[in-house]
């Protein structure tokens, strides 16, 4: 079955009476376990679809089928209770709250969903991105690459079905991004549907497929024909 | 989402920015200190008053000579000999006025009191035996003068514990039987009048700003011909056996009077009756108002602080325009934002609320001490129902001011919210 299934998704941005549209006529499905990379330049749309895609925004028409539901007509709060329960999101910015703990930060997903154990669930998960021994370090004590990784354990930590990143490695060093890209391959490998944006091709790479975006229409629409295997990184060698 | 998970988190957030969070509530602790301390200084005054009145003895009547003006306040130097000693012996008549118990005419001056060579200046009485019925005291030392000693004029006087401590109190003498001198402007006689001390009373504190203790007493007929000079009265007091009785006691008062001064007309009355209880009523009325005004300037310092209140608020939700982002990217409903604002707000002013409430109630058990200090029977009186009223008040204040701020936050777009610089 189809994961995501949009058809005809159109989205305009409307400033007075200026209308701009950025998405035309998008077409595509994403299956469940696929590693698909969004590709294209900087204001070519690709942003704005994952925030279609991801519930944070809502085309202008089209359909747009999750888990083959149509969600073209849900209010807000079921949409924040769909980014709760299928959703993770991994930002360039990483977006971790300033003099929090690493835990704290992992758990913020999970007070706004109805799980028991949560502790125990945040330490599993950051126990996944091998940050076990930073639990109770301030997110301003830690490196970029291992603030992008709590980001990882906080965008796992509720099961989503999907996890985008934006950009992951766009703010690390080769070596942290390395990292990261190893990270969202394993958990691909492991089944977790990944959705990469980016606009460097050799992070789109790493992906098992890549859409091209230009203008807000869809270029090309392929698979990578010779992936990049991101190696690990020792500290993650168990 | 949990709400002592809210509450933890709000906490934090106003826990890393302590001086900015002290600054904030200043206005509501200001507010909420102030609503304390007025409604405790109101219970205080009143006490104080009431307080006096027990001092003095209850259901009293005064009659004064000359007519209220409804006009406005009797011409200044104007003298009014229209009250007389006969006028109380009418009044002491049961047949006419049967609810009364004692009635007691006087004259009020200030005179010079000397004792060897010290010499003090002192509020003098000259009053009868039935003084002791219409006021509250225990004698010191010694006893008050009898009537016989009153009628016949007797060169005898008795003291306030005060005044005889002044005069007798650094040689240690007993001021009984020790006769001093006193002097006043008006008097013929050089040297002043002596009198022999026949009596000291216990020492009874203030009574609406006349320190009793500082009063000397002497018979009427002293005080009014060999002192002032004068035939007439000053005052005439009137105790009624109870308060029930007060206003038939006045009709048959102002009876009495108009019959000894031959008045038909109501337009001639020359002379006025006040009523202790309308004085106490229109001391709380004053006080009331009083505390009323400054509840009112609290109230503003309220809305001020609550301003205060809206502003951080704003400036927060802009600062942490990310975060708000991010909440609502992994699940945070609009609800749940807003929830969260609010809480801080109510939080904030809540925490504003308690330090006002003890700085409050500091500040008004040491106004209570300094009254105690100064001599008066002050008491120290915090209600229940402020302190239930200032936290309503700073809870509300929260809800108010924080919830634009909140529903703002609720509001915000996450795409937008999470690009935000």
């Known amino acids: 079955m189809n994961l995501i299934n949009i058809k005809n998704l159109k989205k305009d941005y409307i400033t007075g009476d200026v209308v701009t549209p950025v998405l035309d006529n998008i077409n595509f499905k994403v299956d469940q376990g696929e590693f698909v990379a969004i590709m294209g330049p900087s204001g070519s749309g690709k942003s704005t679809l994952m925030h279609i895609l991801s519930f944070l925004d809502r085309a202008t028409s089209g359909a747009y089928e999750f888990k083959g539901q149509d969600i073209t007509g849900f209010n ?36 706004y969903s109805q799980k028991k154990n949560q502790d125990a669930l945040a330490k599993k998960s950051l126990e996944s991105v091998g940050l076990s021994h930073r639990l109770n370090y301030y997110t301003n004590q830690i490196s970029g690459g291992e603030k992008q990784r709590v980001a990882i354990a906080r965008a796992l930590v509720c099961d989503p079905a999907v996890i985008f990143a934006d950009e992951p490695t766009g703010n690390l060093d080769s070596k942290s991004g390395n990292t990261v890209m190893f990270l969202l391959q394993q958990l691909n490998d492991q089944g977790r549907t990944i959705i990469l944006v980016t606009h460097e091709t050799d992070t ?22 010779v992936r990049t295997i991101a190696t690990p990184d020792k500290s993650l060698i168990k | 989402m949990n709400p002592l998970l809210i509450i933890k988190l709000v906490i934090k957030n106003l826990l890393a920015r302590k001086g900015r969070t002290l600054l904030t509530i200043l206005g509501i602790t200001i507010g909420v200190a102030g609503v304390i301390i007025v409604i405790s200084l109101g219970a205080g005054a009143q006490s104080l008053i009431l307080g006096q009145v027990t001092k003095l003895g209850s259901n009293l009547l005064y009659v004064q000579p000359g007519k209220t003006a409804d006009s406005g306040a009797p011409i200044p130097g104007l003298v009014i000999t229209s009250l007389v000693e006969s006028d109380a012996v009418a009044l002491r008549d049961r047949s006419q006025v049967p609810d009364a118990t004692g009635v007691n005419a006087s004259v009020k001056g200030s005179a010079s009191v000397v004792w060897e060579n010290k010499s003090i200046d002192a509020t003098f009485m000259g009053t009868d035996e039935e003084y002791s019925k219409v006021t509250n005291f225990t004698m010191q030392a010694g006893q008050f003068f009898s009537a016989a000693e009153n009628t016949g004029g007797a060169n005898v006087v008795v003291l306030g514990s005060e005044i005889s401590q002044q005069l007798f109190g650094d040689s240690g003498t007993n001021p009984l039987g020790q006769v001093i001198k006193v002097k006043s402007s008006v008097q013929s006689q050089a040297g002043g009048v002596p009198l022999r001390v026949i009596g000291v009373i216990a020492p009874r504190g203030s009574a609406f700003t006349q320190n009793q203790d500082e ?3 002497m ?14 009265l000053n005052t005439i007091s009137i105790k009624v056996d109870d308060a029930a009785n ?10 009495v009077l108009k019959q000894q001064h031959h008045i038909l007309d109501e337009v ?3 002379f006025t009756i006040h009523n202790q209880a309308d004085a106490v009523k229109i001391l709380s009325t004053i006080t009331n108002a009083l505390s009323l005004f400054l509840v009112a300037m609290a109230a503003i310092s309220l809305i001020v602080g609550g301003i205060g209140i809206l502003n951080i608020m704003m400036v927060t939700v802009a600062e942490r325009t990310r975060e708000i982002g991010l909440r609502k990217a992994v699940g945070a409903t609009k609800k749940a934002v807003r929830n969260q604002f609010l809480l801080e707000a109510i939080l904030l002013t809540s925490l504003g609320g308690l330090v006002g409430i003890i700085i409050g109630i500091l500040i008004s058990y040491l106004i209570s001490l300094l009254m105690k200090y100064l001599g008066y029977d002050w008491a120290f009186v915090v ?12 809870v509300l204040t929260g809800v108010i001011f924080g919830l634009f701020p909140a529903i703002k936050a609720a509001k915000l777009d996450p795409v937008e919210a999470l690009r935000y610089e």
Not at chain 1, 84 to 100: A, C, D, M, Y
Not at chain 1, 102 to 109: I, R, Y
């Open chain 1, 76 to 111: 807000d709060n079921y949409l924040a209770e769909l980014r709760n329960k299928e959703i993770g999101f991994v930002f360039q910015s990483f977006n971790l709250l300033p003099r929090t703990t690493v835990l704290d930060n992992v758990k913020l997903p999970l007070i």
């Open chain 1, 204 to 225: 789109a790479n790493h992906a098992k497929r890549i859409i091209h975006i230009k203008d807000g229409n869809i270029l090309s629409d392929e698979k990578v024909r």
């Open chain 2, 215 to 217: 009063l000397i007493f």
């Open chain 2, 219 to 232: 018979p009427l007929v002293i005080g009014q011909e060999q002192i002032l000079g004068i035939h007439y």
């Open chain 2, 246 to 255: 007060v206003s038939s006691t006045i009709a048959a008062v102002n009876t």
């Open chain 2, 268 to 270: 001639n009355v020359d």
């Open chain 2, 383 to 394: 209600s229940v129902l402020s302190i239930i009223l200032s936290v309503g008040v700073s």
